[in-house]
């Protein structure tokens, strides 16, 4: 039974350095790493200097204003939330239809939550690296009051964490719409983010939503994920509707949800791929 | 039975190259949804933006307009700048190649189609937009204001259908390009921002994308009182600028359609799929 499982846990962290390794050359193989290093760090770059722009021309104080270093930490950290969930997501899609690969993943010896997860530990390479840079950006050339030593690192480390987690289960529920859908799995991953963009307070504090988002808002993880990342950079959150929340409940509702993302998701996959197979879609090729 | 003239043909090709794009939307509505969507959860997260900074309510206009334009770019960036490519990628370029027809009509045809689907969606976001965050406009001169529009789009997609031959010369990184060419023109052509923020000089700069000229014109026209501190240059010379920009596409979209014809026909690597 040991061996068996031992056997496992061997193909489990095969498929998911495996797939990490596919991930990475699919992203970056297609131009020069001087390029592709232009590629990664102009898009969220530009995204953040939009905000700059926005804040520059009407905000009261500029730069200066209180929201500004909270909004600029929140959308530096979304950048995860973009590329992993269409990371995951989108890998279905594309071994299905682009590379005709799915079929063979499979029938391979692998697991595919694993492997999905590998996938998306590429994406998470690549928006380290971006949100490292927009960080730094900000610190350096627009005074965002950010210092290892007033970072409360515990805190970032744990948030960080189960961020990610909630992030990447999110992808695999919506790797699971992928494989029952024909035609539209490129707007699922980009919509989910959107949403979550305008509904997790990403770039504006969750109080000026009208009620309704704003309850909607407190049933997301990544709302305490955002809130405690800025509370672990900033030393405070960004929301008057959170702030009642001590740090340690905070991340107690963030792993809470995570973990029950996590089942949903697993679950959900799970009866996606059931119904996948039974109607022959795993090598569905629709040419869209 | 005689055979039908240029202009016939031409005309033909364009109707026949727009038709899938407009019956093809609605044979599948669930993308006019997303498409109008999409733009509209941007759109509302940068008006939420400045509704937490307290920004006059005009600037909630200014978002819902260039929410609206984003469509248009989106549109040139993956339905005409990167279409070449994908029908190499999926055998219909060669076709169009030796097809006694011109490649500009089906460029055109593109174009005509892109135009009608995507003002389909725009009109949705700014409908919704406007209705949902009760922006107030003031229309200072309607022709001008069509002018500007029309001009903006003429202009548009002229540069979508240059960068369609562009494009395919760069293979696979057309699809990152087009990537690349979002949030970057985003922050340039000032979509969600009044693009004189930038400065005169990096304004002017931007003003090689057609929507900066036609945002900041379209701004003044339905928001003159808040635009009066922030507008970029005079309408009548964007419009000015927008007749040259529409001209100098346009004929540099047929010199690089017929050296990629050119291209295709000498050494034949156009018709090599997976590059």
Known sequence: MSVMRRQRAGESIRSLRMAAWLGWQIESNWAAPFLFAIYSIAKPVAGALILVLMYTVIAPGGLQNRLFPQIFVGNAFYIYVAMVLMGVSQAVIEDREHYGMLKYIYVAPLNIYTYLLGRGAAQVAMATVAVFIMLLFGIIALGIPLSPASINWGILFAAWLFGLAGVAFGGIFLGGISLITARHNFYIGEATAGALYLLCGAVFPIDVLPRSLQLLSQALPLTYWLEALRRALLGGGASELLSGLSDGVLLLILAGSVVLLAVISVVFYRWAENWAREKGLIDMQSMY | ?275
Do not use: C
């Open chain 2, 1 to 275: 039975m005689s055979s039908p003239s240029r202009w016939e043909v031409f005309w033909r090709t364009v109707i026949g190259r727009a038709y899938p794009r407009i019956i093809g939307m609605q044979r599948e509505r669930s993308w006019v949804f997303f498409d109008t969507l999409l733009p509209l959860l941007q759109v509302s997260a940068f008006v939420f933006i400045y509704r937490a900074i307290q920004a006059p309510p005009e600037f909630t206009g200014f978002v819902v307009l260039g929410g609206a334009m984003t469509a248009y770019w989106l549109n040139v960036l993956w339905s005409m700048a990167t279409q070449f490519y994908w029908e190499k990628e999926t055998g219909n370029l060669e076709l169009y190649i030796i097809a006694p027809t011109s490649l500009m009509a089906i460029l055109l045809g593109m174009a005509i189609g892109g135009i009608v689907g995507t003002t389909v969606r725009a009109a949705a976001v700014i409908a919704i937009g406007l209705l949902i965050f009760h922006v107030e406009v003031s229309i200072v001169s309607l022709p001008q204001l069509l002018g500007v529009f029309l001009l903006t789009l003429v202009a548009l997609y002229g540069l979508g259908m240059l960068f369609s031959s562009l494009f395919l010369r760069y293979g696979r990184q057309a699809s990152h390009l087009s990537n690349l060419l979002q949030e970057p023109i985003f922050l340039v052509s000032g979509f969600y921002f009044p693009v004189r923020a930038l400065g005169f000089v990096a304004a002017l700069g931007a003003s090689v994308i057609p929507v900066t000229l036609g945002l900041d014109a379209m701004r003044q026209l339905l928001f003159p009182t808040m635009m009066a501190q922030f507008r970029f240059l005079d309408v009548r010379i964007e419009l000015g600028a927008l007749v040259v920009l529409s001209v100098v596409f346009l004929w540099s979209a047929k010199r690089a359609l017929g050296h990629m014809e050119d291209l295709a026909r000498r050494d034949g690597r156009l018709t090599i799929r997976g590059q």
